[in-house]
């Protein structure tokens, strides 16, 4: 089975602060994307990233970047958390470029004060 | 572009009745329709996908959906609902990213289950 795992379930951070969210996926995908989602408005993309190195922006990139280093790992970064970036935040993969069934992780929920 | 709209937000059956979650598309092409459920505290897990063919698709769990073309349509439907089933349902159509190449999803708003004793 694929596994995507995030690296916390639960954070709480105070405004202004730089934040990071991991995501490993042990499958070799080569597609790997963040989501966040809100209570009626579904999932948003936030970036999404087709090999090592490379991205590109989702439909609502403004005060995220993101970061692939390596194949497995995804992170997404939060330059400047604001109270408005509260919010579930999800991460996928998917196999190939042509592939469009994506496997998620379990959601980290994220609190900015 | 494209779009999913879920006109239902919230959903209320009792356990053994049946179910229909509506979801309607917007494409300009043949769509990859899917549908995902979140059970709570968990991600999103793939119920069924069309991408051609048979207009009636069997998913995981007893859920099936069917593609009308004629009414940009792609509804979850599920005979008899188990109280598992509480959840929130997602229905999703891919884009090509022509960027890129690469393919994602557009998602519905979800539908929120709630099945009664």
């Known amino acids: 089975d694929v596994k995507v795992t995030q690296s916390s379930r639960y954070l709480v951070k105070r405004t202004g602060e730089k934040v990071f969210l991991e995501c490993v996926q042990d499958?070799?995908?080569?597609?790997m994307f963040w989501y966040r989602q809100d209570p009626g408005l579904g999932l948003r993309l936030i970036y999404f990233?087709?090999?090592?190195?490379?991205?590109e922006k989702g439909d609502i990139p403004e005060g995220y970047s993101v970061s692939r280093e390596k194949k497995e790992r995804f992170s997404l970064i939060l330059e400047s958390a604001s109270t408005n970036q509260t919010s579930m935040y999800l991460c996928?993969?998917?196999?190939?470029?042509?592939?469009?069934?994506?496997?998620f992780g379990p959601g980290t929920r994220l609190t900015v004060t | 572009a494209q779009s999913v709209t879920q006109p239902d937000i919230h959903i209320t059956v009792s356990e053994g009745a049946s179910l229909e979650l509506r979801c309607n598309y917007s494409?300009?092409?043949?769509?990859?329709l899917f549908w995902y459920v979140q059970s709570p505290g968990q991600g999103l897990q793939l119920l069924l996908k069309?991408?051609?063919?048979?207009?009636l698709v069997q998913g995981i769990k007893g859920f099936e959906a069917e593609f009308k073309r004629s009414q940009s349509s792609f509804n979850l439907r599920k005979p008899s609902v188990h109280w598992s089933d509480a959840a929130e349902y997602f229905c999703?159509?891919?884009?090509?990213?022509?960027?890129?190449?690469?393919?994602?999803?557009?998602f519905g708003a979800g539908t929120r289950l709630a099945v009664h004793p």
């Open positions: 996928a993969s998917s196999s190939r470029p042509g592939s469009y069934e994506q496997y």
């Open positions: 499958m070799d995908h080569e597609n």
């Open positions: 990233s087709y090999d090592v190195k490379m991205k």
């Open positions: 494409y300009g092409a043949t769509p990859y």
């Open positions: 069309y991408f051609s063919g048979d207009t």
């Open positions: 999703a159509v891919g884009e090509l990213s022509f960027s890129g190449g690469y393919n994602k999803l557009i």
